[in-house]
């Protein structure tokens, strides 16, 4: 029984480096070869938020002292964010980040709500593609090719 207690008391330091530094080293490396950015802006925001994670540790190492459970919730976050099945960073960076950095962004303020929900839950190649086809074809046209996806959905 003392060997489970001592595993379950150190499972952030036995499990930490390999999830929080191995796993992301290997995927960024594999990301960089790729040719699709969705996977390097997955990575690029890991290793933003692991920085800012790093530093709010190191800022404040004495206040996380008292927590006994820190160590744990970091590893918790960081599997949440590295874990392709959560693609946490990318969630983040599409939801919080995208919006204040981005330079003449993907989804336009000019489109309707609806549009813009549709338009975020794209990845970035189908948001070009389906820019691509307003430009040629218009909103409304947009909006048609919508509601027919959504009608085919609530059949299945």
Not at 49 to 71: D, G
Not at 94 to 123: P, W
């Amino acid at each position: 029984m003392g060997v489970f207690k001592t595993i379950a008391l150190n499972v952030d330091a036995l499990i930490g480096p390999g999830v929080m530094l191995l796993y992301p080293l290997y995927a960024s490396m594999r990301a960089i070869e790729s040719p699709s950015p969705l996977d390097d802006q997955q990575w690029l925001t890991y290793w933003v938020l692991y920085s800012l994670i790093t530093l709010f540790e190191l800022s404040f190492n004495k206040v996380l002292a008292w927590f006994p459970l820190w160590p744990y919730l970091k590893l918790v976050c960081c599997l949440w964010l590295v874990l392709p099945i959560f693609n946490g960073a990318a969630y983040i960076y599409e939801n919080h980040v995208r919006k204040y950095v981005r330079i003449g962004g993907y989804v336009s303020a000019d489109y309707s709500t609806e549009q813009r929900r549709v338009m975020q839950m794209l990845s970035l190649d189908a948001r070009k593609a389906v820019e691509r086809y307003i430009e040629l074809y218009g909103a409304e046209a947009f909006e048609r090719v919508v509601r027919a996806a959504e009608k085919e959905a609530m059949k299945h």
